[in-house]
Nanobody, 121 residues
Framework: QVQLVESGGGLVQPGGSLELSCVASGTIFSIGSMGWYRQTPGKEREMVAVYMSGGSTKIAGSVKGRATISRDYAQKTVTLQMNNLDPGGSGVYYC???????????????WGQGTLVTVSS
Protein backbone atom coordinates (compact mmCIF):
# COMPACT_ATOMS: atom_id res chain seq x y z
CA GLN A 1 0.00 0.00 0.00
CA VAL A 2 1.42 3.35 -1.05
CA GLN A 3 1.13 6.20 1.41
CA LEU A 4 2.73 9.46 2.41
CA VAL A 5 4.05 9.65 5.94
CA GLU A 6 4.78 13.09 7.39
CA SER A 7 6.91 14.11 10.35
CA GLY A 8 7.77 17.38 12.03
CA GLY A 9 5.52 20.24 12.98
CA GLY A 10 4.31 21.24 16.42
CA LEU A 11 4.62 24.50 18.31
CA VAL A 12 7.04 27.09 16.98
CA GLN A 13 7.74 30.52 18.41
CA PRO A 14 7.42 33.56 16.15
CA GLY A 15 10.71 34.06 14.38
CA GLY A 16 11.55 30.40 14.78
CA SER A 17 12.14 27.67 12.22
CA LEU A 18 10.62 24.34 11.39
CA GLU A 19 11.32 21.36 9.21
CA LEU A 20 8.69 19.05 7.81
CA SER A 21 9.57 15.78 6.14
CA CYS A 22 7.49 13.40 4.08
CA VAL A 23 8.36 9.96 2.80
CA ALA A 24 6.45 7.97 0.23
CA SER A 25 6.31 4.38 1.36
CA GLY A 26 5.37 1.27 -0.55
CA THR A 27 6.56 -0.29 -3.78
CA ILE A 28 6.97 2.83 -5.90
CA PHE A 29 8.62 3.05 -9.29
CA SER A 30 8.37 6.80 -9.87
CA ILE A 31 6.78 9.99 -8.57
CA GLY A 32 5.95 13.18 -10.40
CA SER A 33 5.90 16.21 -8.14
CA MET A 34 6.11 16.23 -4.35
CA GLY A 35 5.23 19.18 -2.22
CA TRP A 36 3.59 20.80 0.76
CA TYR A 37 0.25 22.52 1.15
CA ARG A 38 -1.25 24.36 4.11
CA GLN A 39 -4.82 24.65 5.26
CA THR A 40 -6.32 26.89 7.93
CA PRO A 41 -9.88 26.84 9.28
CA GLY A 42 -12.41 28.15 6.81
CA LYS A 43 -9.91 28.41 3.96
CA GLU A 44 -8.99 26.22 1.05
CA ARG A 45 -5.79 24.25 1.02
CA GLU A 46 -3.03 26.35 -0.54
CA MET A 47 0.32 25.51 -2.01
CA VAL A 48 3.38 26.31 0.08
CA ALA A 49 6.12 24.70 -1.99
CA VAL A 50 6.36 22.04 -4.67
CA TYR A 51 9.33 20.17 -6.09
CA MET A 52 8.63 19.18 -9.67
CA SER A 53 9.87 15.93 -11.18
CA GLY A 54 12.24 17.80 -13.49
CA GLY A 55 13.99 19.52 -10.60
CA SER A 56 12.33 22.93 -10.64
CA THR A 57 10.56 24.27 -7.59
CA LYS A 58 7.57 26.48 -6.90
CA ILE A 59 7.41 28.54 -3.73
CA ALA A 60 4.34 30.51 -2.63
CA GLY A 61 4.85 34.25 -2.61
CA SER A 62 3.83 34.44 1.04
CA VAL A 63 6.86 32.38 2.10
CA LYS A 64 9.36 33.17 -0.65
CA GLY A 65 12.74 33.86 0.87
CA ARG A 66 11.82 32.01 4.04
CA ALA A 67 11.06 28.54 2.70
CA THR A 68 13.26 25.93 1.10
CA ILE A 69 12.06 22.67 -0.37
CA SER A 70 14.35 19.76 -1.07
CA ARG A 71 13.82 16.31 -2.41
CA ASP A 72 15.64 12.99 -2.36
CA TYR A 73 14.51 10.98 -5.35
CA ALA A 74 16.15 7.78 -4.20
CA GLN A 75 14.68 7.93 -0.69
CA LYS A 76 11.35 9.26 -2.03
CA THR A 77 11.31 12.09 0.47
CA VAL A 78 10.50 15.77 0.34
CA THR A 79 11.50 18.23 3.05
CA LEU A 80 10.25 21.72 3.76
CA GLN A 81 12.32 24.11 5.83
CA MET A 82 10.81 27.42 6.89
CA ASN A 83 12.53 30.23 8.73
CA ASN A 84 11.39 33.40 10.45
CA LEU A 85 7.90 32.09 10.94
CA ASP A 86 5.01 34.31 11.93
CA PRO A 87 1.53 33.36 13.19
CA GLY A 88 0.33 33.37 9.58
CA GLY A 89 2.37 30.25 9.07
CA SER A 90 0.11 28.27 11.39
CA GLY A 91 -2.07 25.59 9.93
CA VAL A 92 -2.24 21.95 8.99
CA TYR A 93 0.49 21.09 6.52
CA TYR A 94 -0.17 18.32 4.04
CA CYS A 95 2.32 16.45 1.95
CA UNK A 96 1.21 15.84 -1.63
CA UNK A 97 2.56 13.67 -4.42
CA UNK A 98 1.22 12.99 -7.89
CA UNK A 99 1.87 10.78 -10.91
CA UNK A 100 2.90 7.98 -8.61
CA UNK A 101 3.62 4.77 -10.43
CA UNK A 102 3.48 1.81 -8.08
CA UNK A 103 2.96 -1.92 -8.13
CA UNK A 104 -0.82 -1.44 -8.33
CA UNK A 105 -1.30 2.04 -9.82
CA UNK A 106 0.06 3.93 -12.79
CA UNK A 107 -1.06 7.45 -11.98
CA UNK A 108 -1.84 7.88 -8.32
CA UNK A 109 -2.26 11.14 -6.43
CA UNK A 110 -1.88 11.06 -2.66
CA TRP A 111 -2.16 13.35 0.34
CA GLY A 112 -0.57 12.76 3.70
CA GLN A 113 -2.62 12.78 6.87
CA GLY A 114 -1.52 16.33 7.75
CA THR A 115 0.65 17.70 10.51
CA LEU A 116 -0.29 20.68 12.66
CA VAL A 117 2.02 23.66 12.91
CA THR A 118 1.23 26.38 15.43
CA VAL A 119 3.28 29.56 15.44
CA SER A 120 2.69 31.24 18.76
CA SER A 121 4.51 32.60 21.77
Amino acid sequence: QVQLVESGGGLVQPGGSLELSCVASGTIFSIGSMGWYRQTPGKEREMVAVYMSGGSTKIAGSVKGRATISRDYAQKTVTLQMNNLDPGGSGVYYCHADRISSLTDRDLTLWGQGTLVTVSS
